[in-house]
């Protein structure tokens, strides 16, 4: 589902951000035949073979944390000291990409960011992920608080109405959130009679949350320098 909602987004210029339950060849392949840009968080038990050494296999839970012991750099990042350590190479079933190991000064927990934006910096593939907390945070509290999670409904035509509240309120919610980097959307009506088509589940997500968050097309969460937006 997850792969056919980035397959049917209808923007451009986009960063997904996710955890490691969805870096996965469907999701990664349907990221990279949008030409998006992705940064997830790759399990320590997936083998790690770095550039140029196709048979120097590495488990990510040895090696970053060797790596950040020998070569890690501190470095400020939103108010806060973390020591980052970066090396790019093939992860296992994912393909080439650019690894990015950070951990909190003092703390002893660490975390592998994986991203095929090879071309970027530690530091920026940092600040593109503590993105995704904030809107983990506001999905969890709307689910809670609103009772979006809770819908009972089995009919098509409520399916589709229950999409279209949600997007409002989820989509609204974004853009307070993020307000200095949005201007309002479009106004949005649930239709009266909704007529049903065929349309893939992925497809209506895709719409629902295109419209949503980028009515006017334009970015949701400020980008350093290439204007991508961040979902």
Same mark, same amino acid.
């Given at each position: 589902? $997850? ?29 990279? %035949? ?23 296999? !590495?488990?990510?839970? =040895? ?11 501190? $470095? ?33 927990? +660490? @975390?592998?960011? =994986?991203?095929?934006?090879? &071309? +970027? #910096? =530690? ?9 995704? +907390?904030? @809107?983990?945070?506001? /999905? ?13 409904? /089995?009919?098509?035509?409520? @399916? ?11 989509? &609204? ?20 009679? %909704? $007529?049903?088509?065929? @349309? ?8 629902? /949350? ?7 097309? !334009?970015?949701?969460?400020? %980008?350093?320098?290439? #204007?991508?937006?961040?979902?």
């Amino acid at each position: 589902m $997850t792969g056919e909602i980035i397959a049917h987004f209808p923007l451009t210029k986009v960063t997904v951000l996710f955890d490691c339950y969805y870096l996965c060849p469907n999701v990664t392949r349907a990221c990279e %035949a949008k030409q998006y840009h992705y940064v997830g968080v790759a399990k320590k038990n997936r083998n790690f073979f770095p550039d140029g050494r196709d048979r120097d296999k !590495r488990k990510l839970a =040895a090696y970053g944390k060797n790596l950040l012991g020998r070569l890690g750099r501190t $470095t400020a990042c939103r108010g806060k000291k973390y020591r980052l350590a970066e090396r790019v190479g093939r992860l296992s079933k994912l393909g080439r990409v650019k690894l990015v190991f950070s951990r909190r000064v003092r703390d002893k927990s +660490w @975390i592998a960011m =994986a991203t095929n934006a090879t &071309r +970027w #910096g =530690a530091l920026r593939v940092l600040n593109y992920y503590l993105d995704r +907390w904030p @809107i983990e945070v506001l /999905l969890k509290e709307s689910e809670q608080y609103l009772g979006l999670g809770d819908y009972q409904v /089995l009919r098509y035509r409520g @399916i589709e109405r229950y999409l279209c509240l949600r997007r409002r309120v989820v989509g &609204r919610a974004v853009r307070l959130l993020f307000r200095p980097a949005v201007r309002a959307g479009p106004q949005v009506t649930v239709p009266a009679r %909704a $007529t049903r088509r065929p @349309i893939a589940g992925g497809q209506l997500l895709a719409e629902q /949350l295109g419209q949503g968050l980028h009515g006017d097309h !334009r970015r949701v969460v400020p %980008a350093p320098s290439d #204007g991508r937006a961040t979902y």
